[in-house]
Nanobody, 121 residues
């Protein structure tokens, strides 16, 4: 079992930055690919970014060049640095874990509860 807890969400003005963190329980964190997804009101959840245990990264086209995913295996934590934020980035952001990266778009094995990110114009 892996438990995930996101933090770092909040309210920011357009053009600003936020860094999300996701702390994972368990001793096998390094075996998991870690992803970030988001869900805006009235929309389906969508892929944002994923990082493999070997630090290979994947990004949605909508965030490429603005968001950076990284991980610290010693701290069992994955990060999402979000720069140049836009109002359309407003959503609940979820952290997810997938054992032995199979498909970066999913399905994922474990999910966090989510953290709200609101970008004002």
């Amino acid at each position: 079992q892996v438990q995930l807890e996101e933090s770092g969400g909040g309210l920011v003005q357009a053009g600003g930055s936020l860094r999300l963190s996701c702390a994972a329980s368990g001793r096998t964190f390094i075996s998991y690919a870690m992803g970030w997804f988001r869900q805006a009101p009235g929309k389906e959840r969508e892929f944002v970014a994923t990082i493999s245990w070997t630090d290979i990264t994947y990004y949605a086209d909508s965030v490429k060049g603005r968001f950076t995913i990284s991980r610290d295996n010693a701290k069992n934590t994955v990060y999402l640095q979000m720069n140049s934020l836009k109002p359309e980035d407003t959503a609940v952001y979820f952290c997810a874990a997938q054992l032995h990266l199979r498909d970066y778009k999913g399905p994922y094995d474990y999910w966090g509860q989510g953290t709200q990110v609101t970008v004002s114009s």
